[in-house]
């Protein structure tokens, strides 16, 4: 019979001395549940994800990247973008822009007073911004948040179907 890995606090020297934690295979008759592990997780600082996701509640809003544009800046497909829209954009920054009536996620370079928005994917191409291009920054995207387990990404998938929902682009982000 196969046991699955799982974490399991174990004492282990290290070179410091201090105690670490180390991965060993749970014995077969061992079920986690919530009970057992309350007693590893009361020791643990509680975290607040909007803390420190979000630092402007007003002008901060969440889009979930549609398209590869931006795989090299680490942003995939399906995944959430918290976008701070209070934050001064510069040369270098990923962000989040209204061009010509369609909500793009890129990497804005300015020289000369030349606006680019440049994908960070080699396969897509720059938008020149222009005058004739209605243009408006929405925001700086601050954080990519990725699921991990398939439950999780269902959630998002099927949380961004809805029609109320903003998505960013349409594969062109």
């Known amino acids: 019979m196969q046991t699955q890995d799982t974490i399991r606090p174990v004492e282990s020297s290290t070179r410091n001395g201090a105690a670490s934690l180390r991965l060993l295979p749970s014995p077969p008759h061992l079920k986690l549940t919530s009970p057992s592990l309350q007693k590893f997780l009361d020791p643990l600082p509680r975290v607040d994800a909007n803390r420190i996701l979000v630092r402007h509640p007003g002008p901060t809003f969440y889009v979930s990247a549609c398209g590869d544009s931006m795989t090299g800046a680490g942003i995939n ?8 829209g209070t934050f001064p954009v ?84």
Request: glycine content about 8%.
């Open 77 to 84: 497909e399906g995944d959430l973008l918290v976008i701070d």
């Open 90 to 173: 510069q040369d270098g920054d990923v962000i989040a822009a209204h061009v010509d009536g369609e909500c793009v996620i890129k990497r804005l370079k300015t020289s000369d007073h030349i606006t680019i928005l440049a994908p960070d994917n080699p396969d897509f191409e720059e938008i020149t911004v222009t005058d004739e291009t209605h243009f408006e920054v929405m925001g700086k995207v601050m954080w990519i948040l990725r699921p991990v387990a398939a439950e999780s990404r269902e959630a998002c998938e099927s949380s961004t179907t809805d029609p109320g929902e903003r998505s960013a682009g349409d594969g062109q982000n």
